[in-house]
């Protein structure tokens, strides 16, 4: 899940730093793939609150498809009731294939890991990291593209290991 932010400032710092922080997460994980005997390709999925049952992502799913086709007044309706029920937020995964082996990357996950300190999708709060952002408030990129590049090593190092583990 996104880490909530409250302070205008922490926002405004994530917003400086989580495009640099996506590209230099896919680049590294580029170059991290031309080694490894892993393929990858990027999904866009949906993210469900954990305690989602299956029932609830049924209702909405059909809630959110209806609304497309609704008049205004139904589309009202509709808004009403999702705002009581549990709404899924946009991710972006990467999913891994080796033989007969799978795994797949939260890139968000690994964004968010690299923009926050010690962040951890089970906190809901979570703190900029500011050593990523030099005191002109601009983006800090050596000290940037150094914790991306350690952050996809670790990810990838949790991989599966198999037959092969020694490409990686």
Not at 31 to 50: M, N
Not at 145 to 156: H, M, R, S
Request: aromatic share 8%; hydrophobic share 40%.
């Amino acid at each position: 899940m996104p880490p909530k932010i409250t302070n205008p400032v922490a926002w405004q710092q994530a917003e400086i730093l989580m495009q640099p922080a996506f590209i230099r997460v896919i680049d590294n994980i580029r170059k991290l793939l031309d080694e490894s005997s892993w393929t990858g390709t990027y999904h866009d999925v949906l993210i469900w609150p954990a305690s989602t049952t299956d029932e609830i992502k049924v209702l909405v799913t059909e809630l959110l498809q209806t609304m497309e086709t609704a008049t205004p007044e139904e589309a009202d309706e509709i808004r009403e009731t999702l705002t009581r029920l549990p709404v899924p937020h946009p991710g972006y995964h990467l999913r891994l294939e080796r033989q007969q082996q799978q795994a797949s990357i939260d890139l968000w996950e690994l964004c968010y890991q690299v923009c926050f300190l010690e962040y951890t999708p089970q906190e809901e709060a979570a703190d900029i990291d500011t050593s990523l952002i030099d005191e002109l408030g601009e983006v800090d990129w050596l000290h940037l593209d150094a914790k991306t590049k350690e952050l996809v090593e670790q990810a990838f190092a949790k991989l599966p290991e198999g037959q092969h583990s020694h490409d990686l």
